[in-house]
């Protein structure tokens, strides 16, 4: 085993093969120049503990401790102090190949990357005088500049809280592709979010009967829908779906898969789910930005004044928060049942099952100026005859909805996006969907 090998039980991996190598045979030097001179004459079981002394000490000039002090003090640049690729805080992995900060996390990722995954602990690895010094040079805000020179506006950068797949297919397609530097551009490269048409098969869930079945789906961006076919040959679509209307966001846990991508959309005012998976992540991947840009395209046209910034926030949109809770009907006589909600946006579904198609029912969380409310706990009197304790009541001008929460924390944080949905003013389109719903309830 290496002497320095208690530096970290996994330094291996962090370190890379080629790295290790070197700095195995630097300390076989260090040990043959420390004893050659002095060894000569002392007794063989002498000399193996003058080794192992020598040893030792090698061991601890490896950790390096200017290259770690330095490392820091290049972590307080400006760009260096969040991660590269997710924008966490504190990064304190580096890529020695790259020249960037990164997150535990993404260096996770960085190291399965054949050609561009050499990464290092700041304060656990040994780093080479001329891989501080590189990054020194570089650093995150000079490769941002190079491998994010032309991120599409639609394409969505993952944050520290999105899925794996998500923030693996963003670390490839910037590092491994390429995709969006300069060169990638000038070199004629094409990306594969950005055609006409797209077509394939994607594994879909059967409302009714729960099991997934390979279906074939195509976009277009000419008329702006996603069609899907259950028989491959089939001519007449099972759905055409206008990209205007879509929200997809990424759900392994929900799914059960990790590339389960979840495709919401509003058909005759309701809402209508559709759960999705392909075994290939970067095929998933693919299809979720490829939506964001037919997105991107229709309202470039339906929203001619408006700016990329503008326009950006309505493309997909990851839910506010989803989870149990149990709520009683509209006379509050009958039992709490649980159900399974979801809150996107201004919009609380509720659900018999998470993987439902259609939602049971919906409440519009307009603006509080409009009558809206959310408080803890129920109106005196409620039969409370559910399993949960903690109650949410939330007024709307048409009724009051009253919900239990199994746990106290559960009940603050749903109330804590309830009371911020209900603060936040309403634009334009919110206020005749408000309006929308109080007619139809
Ligand atoms: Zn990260």
Redesign the pocket.
């Known amino acids: 085993m290496a002497p320095w090998s208690h530096v970290s039980p996994h330094r291996a991996q962090i370190c890379g093969t080629a790295s290790s190598n070197s700095a195995k045979s630097r300390t076989s030097e260090c040990l043959r120049a420390s004893i050659t001179p002095s060894a000569t004459g002392v007794e063989a079981a002498g000399g193996r503990a003058l080794l192992g002394v020598l040893s030792a000490g090698c061991a601890r000039m490896t950790v390096n401790e200017r290259a770690t002090r330095a490392l820091k003090e290049i972590l307080q640049k400006p760009g260096n102090d969040t991660?590269a690729?997710?924008?966490?805080p504190d990064?304190e992995w580096g890529s020695c190949s790259l020249g960037v900060f990164?997150?535990l996390?993404?260096s996770g990722i960085h190291r399965n990357l054949p050609n561009v995954g050499k990464v290092k602990s700041v304060t656990l690895s040994r780093w080479e005088d001329s891989e501080v010094k590189f990054m020194a040079e570089n650093g995150n805000k000079t490769m941002k500049a190079k491998y994010e020179a032309v991120v599409p506006v639609y394409y969505y950068k993952p944050s520290?809280k999105d899925c794996q797949v998500l923030?693996e297919q963003w670390i490839r397609a910037k590092y491994e592709r390429k995709e969006f530097t300069e060169e990638f551009v000038e070199t004629g490269g094409k990306l594969p979010y950005e055609q006409e048409m797209r077509e394939g098969q994607l594994m879909k869930r059967g409302r009714d009967n729960g099991q997934f079945l390979s279906r074939r789906f195509v976009l277009f961006e000419r008329d702006g829908t996603l069609k899907y076919y259950t028989k491959h040959d089939s001519k007449v679509p099972k759905a055409v779906i206008k990209v205007d209307t879509i929200n997809a966001t990424f759900q392994p846990e929900k799914i059960g898969n990790p590339n389960g991508l979840q495709i919401t959309y509003r058909k005759d005012y309701c809402t209508r789910n559709i759960f999705l998976y392909h075994e290939s992540s970067k095929e998933i991947v693919d299809w979720f930005n490829s939506v964001r840009a037919v997105q991107f395209h229709y309202m470039k046209v339906a929203f001619p004044g408006a700016s990329d910034a503008e326009l950006k926030p309505r493309l997909t949109r990851n839910f506010l928060k989803e989870g149990y809770m149990e709520k009683t009907g509209p006379r509050q006589t009958e039992g709490f049942k649980k159900r399974w909600f979801t809150l996107d946006r201004r919009l609380l579904m509720y659900f018999k099952d998470p993987l439902d198609a259609f939602a049971k029912g919906e409440v519009y969380l307009g603006h509080r100026d409009l009558g809206y409310s959310a408080k803890a706990g129920l109106p005196a009197g409620t039969h409370c005859n559910g399993a949960w304790q903690h109650g949410i009541t939330i007024e709307t001008p048409d009724r009051n909805f009253l919900f239990t929460c199994e746990s106290e924390a559960e009940q603050q944080d749903w109330l804590t996006h309830f009371n911020a949905v209900i603060a936040t003013s309403m634009s334009p389109q919110e206020y005749s969907m408000e309006a929308l719903f109080k007619r139809k309830h």
Do not use: F, L, S, V
């Open positions: 991660c690729d997710c924008g966490a990064p990164i997150c996390g993404c520290h923030r």
